[in-house]
């Protein structure tokens, strides 16, 4: 893999970290704002929030697995002329 397309990954997949931790912070606004207390269940949508947290949970963990194994990855560069 070169060297550019190495970075590129990187850079989409700390960009999907961040994304997700958008969608955690959307979670937990919902959960505070459309629930009652201590319930998992939206008001306003009926989605149950607890199992969307935990989704974004893993997603965060994968792409930050993801973006370390892409940046300890060794890249080859060509020396063909």
């Known amino acids: 893999m070169s060297r550019r397309a190495q970075l590129i990954l990187i850079v989409v997949s700390a960009l999907s970290v961040l994304y997700c931790l958008v969608g955690i912070a959307d979670v937990l606004v919902s959960q505070q704002y459309e629930t009652?207390?201590?319930?998992?269940?939206?008001?306003?949508?009926?989605?149950?929030?607890?199992?969307?947290?935990?989704?974004?949970?893993?997603?965060?963990?994968?792409?930050?697995?993801?973006?370390?194994?892409?940046?300890?990855l060794p890249y080859r560069t060509t020396n063909e002329h």
């Open 36 to 72: 009652k207390t201590n319930d998992c269940i939206s008001a306003v949508t009926g989605r149950n929030l607890c199992s969307s947290l935990r989704q974004w949970q893993w997603a965060v963990g994968l792409s930050g697995v993801a973006t370390l194994v892409l940046m300890l």
